[in-house]
């Protein structure tokens, strides 16, 4: 059964359709089809990932830490204790808690060399598109360096 629901999944069924293939709740089944999306996949659909909670959480501790800073400007040593505990709180999550082991971590370094590749063969095989993608790449501050090798890689391939 589980074959038949990875088949439905991979092929962009719905839902509904996996429930009354398989008899699989809907509930199940959307927990199911969420398990086995890659992080990188929920990245790019915007859904809740591990990438984004990272982020929150570092968001969270950099906030923290400016608050301990301004406490101890001010100085007031209760909130500079609670400053500390919170920011403390927040590493302590993101270190332990998130259940991101060494598995994970590999799974999304290979996706992202499995899109790297991907990128080397839209050079090759369609360079407008790469052209159209590197623009849009450079345009994104997070991934200027990238767009900027695509351009290069690009600028290679024609020569």
Same mark, same amino acid.
């Given at each position: 059964?589980? *074959?038949? =629901?990875?088949?439905?999944?991979?092929? %962009?069924?719905?839902?509904?359709e996996?429930?009354?293939? !398989? %008899?699989v709740?809907?509930?199940?089944?959307?927990r199911?089809?969420?398990?086995?999306?890659?992080? &990188? +996949?929920?990245?790019?659909d915007? /859904?809740p990932?591990?990438v984004?909670?990272?982020?929150r959480?570092? @968001?969270?501790?950099?906030? +923290?830490?400016?608050?301990?800073?301004?406490? @101890?400007?001010?100085?007031?040593?209760?909130? =500079?204790?609670r +400053?500390?505990a919170t /920011?403390?709180?927040?590493? !302590? *999550?993101?270190i @332990? %808690?998130?259940?991101?082991? @060494?598995?994970?971590? /590999?799974?999304?370094f290979? /996706?992202?060399?499995? &899109?790297?590749?991907? $990128?080397?063969?839209?050079?090759?095989?369609?360079?407008?598109?790469?052209?159209?993608?590197? $623009?849009?790449?450079?345009?994104?501050?997070?991934?200027?360096?990238?767009?900027?090798?695509?351009?290069?890689?690009? %600028?290679?391939? !024609?020569s």
């Amino acid at each position: 059964m589980q *074959k038949l =629901v990875d088949e439905l999944i991979d092929r %962009g069924a719905s839902l509904e359709e996996i429930r009354t293939r !398989t %008899g699989v709740s809907l509930s199940a089944a959307a927990r199911y089809r969420q398990y086995r999306k890659s992080t &990188m +996949a929920k990245v790019l659909d915007n /859904e809740p990932n591990v990438v984004d909670l990272v982020r929150r959480l570092l @968001d969270a501790a950099d906030a +923290a830490r400016a608050a301990r800073r301004a406490a @101890d400007l001010l100085g007031s040593p209760a909130a =500079v204790s609670r +400053a500390i505990a919170t /920011e403390s709180a927040l590493l !302590t *999550k993101l270190i @332990d %808690g998130l259940s991101v082991d @060494d598995a994970t971590v /590999e799974e999304t370094f290979a /996706e992202i060399d499995a &899109m790297l590749g991907a $990128f080397r063969s839209l050079v090759a095989d369609d360079p407008d598109i790469a052209r159209g993608l590197a $623009f849009h790449l450079i345009k994104t501050p997070a991934t200027r360096d990238i767009g900027v090798a695509l351009k290069s890689a690009l %600028g290679r391939a !024609t020569s």
